[in-house]
């Protein structure tokens, strides 16, 4: 059964719980590049099992949806209120070709990317940190709470990629 939006809230903030989203944020680049270092590309590769995301999928998932924050972010700290549109992240696999794309060069533009948004962060007045926006399928949402969501599905995805590459296995 797939989980509703509000079961998804729910879910990734749970793995935050009342640490500092960005802390988690500014950690999981190093934690990616840790995690995947020395690993084959063949590795990398190899789907836990049918219909789940190779460790080269859920990383180029991770560059692409810090794409899409930031561009939601700089959305709605321009025009607060803005709609954001839900992104089909199975569609983004398939088109994007993310089974093809090089898992090292993921992480740096991830890395990159998220340096980029931390800057950005940093910068936030308080009252910026409330604008919000309007999800299609999770309703408003302020920046402050997509920031922390946005860890938990850092968590969500880390964890993914140690339970691939444990000795056992998935």
Do not use: C
């Amino acid at each position: 059964m797939k989980e509703t939006p509000q079961q998804y809230i729910q879910r990734m903030l749970s793995y935050v719980g009342g640490r500092d989203p960005l802390g988690i944020q500014a950690r999981t680049p190093n934690e990616l590049e840790r995690l995947i270092e020395g690993a084959s590309p063949s590795r990398l590769r190899q789907r836990p099992s049918p219909g789940k995301w190779s460790i080269a999928e859920i990383l180029a998932h991770l560059a692409d949806v810090e794409i899409v924050t930031s561009w939601r972010i700089r959305m709605i700290l321009g025009a607060p209120g803005t709609p954001m549109q839900a992104m089909d992240q199975d569609a983004w696999v398939t088109a994007g070709h993310y089974d093809k794309r090089d898992s090292r060069k993921s992480v740096e533009v991830f890395r990159v990317l998220r340096e980029m948004n931390l800057a950005l962060f940093a910068t936030l007045t308080p009252e910026q940190w409330k604008h919000h926006g309007i999800h299609s399928e999770r309703g408003a949402e302020t920046v402050e709470h997509i920031v922390r969501l946005y860890a938990g599905h850092d968590l969500n995805h880390t964890r993914q990629v140690e339970r691939i590459l444990a000795p056992t296995g998935p």
